[in-house]
């Protein structure tokens, strides 16, 4: 077995196991769930292989509580063939109030309904691909909570040394662990696209049993990633579609719905902060992949192509910020969000913490927009000290100003407060 690579979600998940008796990770398949589950577990329980599943198939089937006599903490993987398996846990969990003692694990293409939520037992905790920080390819000198908890802007000695040909490249290669841990660089691009065809052709139909097609499927992937990272509505999306297929947009929606619960589109929802009418306020939607590389195999290109398009590798890169922000988002248990109004003011990322302490985040593959991104970001600053010179209950403002980077090589800090940071320095 390969040497495991630290996940972000590694603390969390030790946090969580202090408070609950059972710990759910989900995520997107081939994220790495059953190997960080197995990391801290002394008992696994594969479901899925075929040396022992018939056993333990009978075991679940007859007296599953036997299973739970094994030496603890268990790891049920697959736990979804055995769905019983998922009562005889909660109610060990009722008896004993043991916490950190069970793990469960599964394919998100297959959906289980449940007969109990689990709720104060069972805590669930979403997991995605590798950040660039753990993949490797950030030194992670930056740590996004210490810059809004802590206000750090001295990043003197701080540098990337990520180039822009490797940033395209971990772009296409994407964030999956067997990808990332594959030696041959040229064969670590083959994961995306065997999951984008998994995707198609198995995943998703075998979500809900549901028949569905895989050249539908493909070209609703293709419509998202042409659109990637942009607030495109879902009617254009459709009509798109629908100009290749006979389909209806309930059709389409169930379509979409599939994908988003096999973990492969996510939606970014809009930031409404009270500072203007909800009127002028757009609450479209911002479209990404949960892993860029996915976008890649959509479209059906490589990363050679990147260097003759850097316009849309802009958005591709975008999405790669996005899916880093989320993996952080988890930790953190913060939102990540957006803002766009009929003013034409635009901030592409908003992490806010729970305690309500936020970071405006502009993304910017090359140094010649981070004046532009400056300028947005200041905006919005004096747009709520406007407010708050005439409202009783002022609205708090941004507990740190950033604009993350593909290209530029060193961190930094300018006059106005607005903080630079190469995307090849942050981390969590």
Same mark, same amino acid.
């Given at each position: 077995?390969?040497?495991?690579?630290?996940?972000?979600?590694?603390?969390?998940?030790?946090?969580?196991?202090?408070?609950?008796?059972?710990?759910?990770?989900?995520?997107?398949?081939?994220?790495?769930?059953?190997?960080?589950?197995?990391?801290?577990?002394?008992?696994?329980?594969?479901?899925?292989?075929?040396?022992?599943?018939?056993?333990?198939?009978?075991?679940?089937?007859?007296?599953?509580?036997?299973?739970?006599?094994?030496?603890?903490?268990?790891?049920?993987?697959?736990?979804?063939?055995?769905?019983? %398996?998922?009562?005889?846990?909660?109610?060990?969990?009722?008896?004993?109030?043991?916490?950190?003692?069970?793990?469960?694990?599964?394919?998100?293409?297959?959906?289980?309904?449940?007969?109990?939520?689990?709720?104060?037992?069972?805590?669930?905790?979403?997991?995605?691909?590798?950040?660039?920080?753990?993949?490797?390819?950030?030194?992670?000198?930056?740590?996004?909570?210490?810059?809004?908890?802590?206000?750090?802007?001295?990043?003197?000695?701080?540098?990337?040394?990520?180039?822009?040909?490797?940033?395209?490249?971990?772009?296409?290669?994407?964030?999956?662990?067997?990808?990332?841990?594959?030696?041959?660089?040229?064969?670590?691009?083959?994961?995306?696209?065997?999951?984008?065809?998994?995707?198609?052709?198995?995943?998703?139909?075998?979500?809900?049993?549901?028949?569905?097609?895989?050249?539908?499927?493909?070209?609703?992937?293709?419509?998202?990633?042409?659109?990637?990272?942009?607030?495109?509505?879902?009617?254009?999306?459709?009509?798109?579609?629908?100009?290749?297929?006979?389909?209806?947009?309930?059709?389409?929606?169930?379509?979409?719905?599939?994908?988003?619960?096999?973990?492969? %589109?996510?939606?970014?929802?809009?930031?409404?902060?009270? %500072?203007?009418?909800?009127?002028?306020?757009?609450?479209?939607?911002?479209?990404?992949?949960?892993?860029?590389?996915?976008?890649?195999?959509?479209?059906?290109?490589?990363?050679?192509?990147?260097?003759?398009?850097?316009?849309?590798?802009?958005?591709?890169?975008?999405?790669?910020?996005?899916?880093?922000?989320?993996?952080?988002?988890?930790?953190?248990?913060?939102?990540?969000?957006?803002?766009?109004?009929?003013?034409?003011?635009?901030?592409?990322?908003?992490?806010?913490?729970?305690?309500?302490?936020?970071?405006?985040?502009?993304?910017?593959?090359?140094?010649?927009?981070?004046?532009?991104?400056?300028?947005?970001?200041?905006?919005?600053?004096?747009?709520?000290?406007?407010?708050?010179?005439?409202?009783?209950?002022?609205?708090?403002?941004?507990?740190?100003?950033?604009?993350?980077?593909?290209?530029?090589?060193?961190?930094?800090?300018?006059?106005?407060?607005?903080?630079?940071?190469?995307?090849?320095?942050?981390?969590?």
């Amino acid at each position: 077995m390969k040497r495991y690579k630290k996940r972000i979600i590694d603390d969390l998940l030790d946090k969580r196991s202090r408070s609950f008796d059972a710990i759910l990770i989900v995520g997107p398949k081939g994220c790495g769930k059953t190997r960080t589950a197995s990391e801290r577990c002394s008992t696994i329980i594969e479901f899925q292989d075929e040396e022992k599943r018939d056993g333990y198939l009978l075991t679940v089937e007859n007296s599953p509580s036997l299973l739970l006599e094994n030496k603890k903490p268990i790891l049920f993987d697959e736990w979804q063939d055995a769905p019983k %398996i998922w009562g005889v846990i909660r109610k060990a969990c009722d008896d004993t109030e043991n916490v950190g003692e069970y793990y469960l694990t599964g394919s998100t293409s297959k959906k289980i309904d449940t007969p109990h939520t689990g709720t104060g037992r069972i805590s669930t905790i979403e997991m995605n691909t590798m950040s660039l920080y753990e993949s490797g390819e950030s030194n992670g000198m930056i740590s996004l909570l210490n810059l809004i908890e802590n206000g750090q802007t001295n990043f003197a000695g701080i540098k990337s040394n990520l180039k822009i040909k490797d940033l395209i490249f971990a772009s296409c290669r994407g964030g999956f662990p067997r990808a990332v841990l594959l030696e041959n660089k040229e064969r670590s691009l083959d994961i995306p696209k065997d999951y984008f065809n998994q995707i198609c052709k198995k995943d998703i139909s075998s979500i809900d049993g549901v028949k569905r097609s895989e050249k539908l499927t493909r070209t609703i992937l293709w419509s998202y990633a042409r659109n990637i990272a942009t607030t495109v509505k879902t009617k254009q999306l459709y009509n798109d579609v629908k100009s290749n297929f006979d389909i209806t947009e309930k059709t389409y929606y169930k379509y979409v719905d599939a994908l988003e619960r096999l973990y492969v %589109i996510k939606d970014i929802d809009a930031w409404c902060p009270q %500072i203007r009418s909800k009127t002028a306020i757009r609450g479209s939607k911002k479209r990404i992949f949960v892993d860029p590389s996915i976008a890649v195999a959509a479209l059906g290109v490589g990363p050679e192509y990147f260097y003759n398009d850097f316009d849309l590798f802009g958005h591709i890169f975008e999405n790669v910020v996005f899916r880093d922000l989320l993996t952080f988002s988890y930790k953190h248990n913060a939102q990540v969000m957006h803002y766009h109004d009929d003013y034409g003011l635009e901030i592409d990322a908003v992490y806010q913490l729970e305690n309500g302490d936020y970071a405006l985040i502009e993304i910017k593959t090359g140094t010649s927009k981070i004046k532009e991104a400056e300028s947005n970001l200041l905006k919005f600053k004096e747009l709520i000290k406007t407010y708050n010179e005439t409202h009783d209950v002022p609205y708090r403002l941004p507990k740190a100003m950033i604009i993350i980077s593909g290209t530029q090589e060193v961190a930094l800090t300018l006059n106005s407060g607005v903080i630079v940071i190469p995307i090849g320095c942050l981390k969590d």
